[in-house]
T-cell receptor, first 115, second 115 residues
């Protein structure tokens, strides 16, 4: 069974500082990995995904994520945080095998960016 | 273009009642997914459709839950004899196809409260 762990319930960072939101995964075979962001009373917005190729993936709003197969991680990063980045972030994984199409999500990490 | 839309945005019902939640996917998207998000948790997969047929309904918690997509576009999630534990945000997503690499685009959700 596939699973995702987001070890931090909340990450606090000052505006202008770099941010990292952690994600590790467990899946049989090669993973497809996704990051989504959720603002209050809104649905999930897609940020970026790793399918294959370059381990560093660039996405929306200046976010990027690094796939590390040996550590089974896919941490989300941004060089300089903005107050408007404050939201709930979800990592998700999909199994590479078969035609299974569902996403398995982590429990989410709340990012709080302060002035 | 228009994203995924869901109606109603909020639904309050009494224990034992029947409810229907509607999802309008992005035009032309073949695959449609339903997820349920409980407070403080990540979304959990319920069911997905490829065209008109339910390709995977392994996430439906019991036989009180049922979903249809009769014309391959709009989908309705139906919950019979609602229970307080059904209270959650129900999210719908669509993707162009049902391939493992496809991005799922989410709607804003329906918040269901069972009193």
């Amino acid at each position: 069974a596939q699973s995702v762990a987001q070890p931090e319930d909340q990450v606090n960072v000052a505006e202008g500082n770099p941010l990292t939101v952690k994600c590790t995964y467990s899946v049989s075979g090669n993973p497809y990995l996704f990051w989504y962001v959720q603002y209050p009373n809104r649905g999930l917005q897609f940020l970026l995904k790793y399918i294959t190729g370059d381990n560093l993936v660039k996405g929306s709003y200046g976010f990027e994520a690094e796939f590390n197969k040996s550590q089974t991680s896919f941490h989300l990063k941004k060089p300089s945080a903005l107050v408007s980045d404050s939201a709930l972030y979800f990592c998700a994984v999909r199994d590479h095998t078969g035609t299974a199409s569902k996403l398995t999500f982590g429990t989410g990490t709340r990012l709080q960016v302060t002035l | 273009g228009a994203g995924v839309s869901q109606t109603p945005s909020n639904k309050v019902t009494e224990k034992g009642k029947y409810v229907e939640l509607r999802c309008d996917p992005i035009s032309g998207h073949t695959a449609l997914y339903w997820y349920r998000q409980s407070l403080g948790q990540g979304p959990e997969f319920l069911i997905y459709f490829q065209g008109t047929g339910a390709a995977d309904d392994s996430g439906l918690p019991n036989d009180r839950f049922f979903a249809v997509r009769p014309e391959g576009s709009v989908s309705t999630l139906k919950i019979q004899r609602t229970e307080r534990g059904d209270s959650a945000v129900y999210l719908c997503a669509s993707s162009p196809l049902a391939g493992n690499t496809d991005t799922q685009y989410f709607g804003p959700g329906t918040r269901l409260t069972v009193l």
